[in-house]
C-alpha cells in the first residue's frame, strides 16, 4: 500500500518561511519524479515543484527563488523550503509521486496539508 504523509504546514507572517515534509512508504522512492502541488480556494491544483529521481529540480515561476525541493533518498522523503512567503502562496499544498514505465504511469497523492499566509 503506497503512502504519502505530508507535515509541516500552518500559519505563517508575510515574510516568513516553512518547511514541508513528505514521507513515502510502499514505493520504490528513488526511482520516483517527487512533485509539490498547490491547491487554492476556487483555483485548479497547480505544479509547484518537481525533483527527478537524478535530482534535477524545476520550479513554477511565481516561486523561482523563494522555495526549493530536495529530497533525502535514505529517508524515502522530500521536502519543500519555503521563504519569503506570500499570501498569495496559500494553499493546500499535495505531495505526489510519478513514475512512468513504458506505457504504465504509477501516480500517488497525499492528503495535503494547508499553508496559510497571512498577518
Known amino acids: 500500500q503506497v503512502q504519502l504523509v505530508e507535515s509541516g504546514g500552518g500559519l505563517v507572517q508575510p515574510g516568513g518561511s516553512l518547511r514541508l515534509s513528505c514521507a513515502a512508504s510502499?514505493?520504490?522512492?528513488?526511482?520516483?519524479?517527487m512533485g509539490w502541488y498547490r491547491q487554492a480556494p476556487g483555483k485548479q491544483r497547480e505544479l509547484v515543484a518537481a525533483?527527478?529521481?537524478?535530482?534535477?529540480?524545476n520550479y513554477e515561476d511565481s516561486v523561482k527563488g523563494r522555495f526549493t525541493i530536495s529530497r533525502e533518498n535514505a529517508k524515502n522523503t522530500v521536502y519543500l523550503h519555503m521563504n519569503s512567503l506570500k499570501p498569495e502562496d496559500t494553499a493546500v499544498y499535495y505531495c505526489?509521486?510519478?513514475?512512468?514505465?513504458?506505457?504504465?504511469?504509477?501516480?500517488?497523492w497525499g492528503q495535503g496539508t494547508q499553508v496559510t499566509v497571512s498577518s
Open positions: 510502499g514505493i520504490i522512492f528513488g526511482t520516483y519524479t
Open positions: 505526489n509521486a510519478k513514475r512512468d514505465i513504458r506505457v504504465v504511469v504509477y501516480d500517488y
Open positions: 525533483i527527478t529521481s537524478g535530482g534535477s529540480a
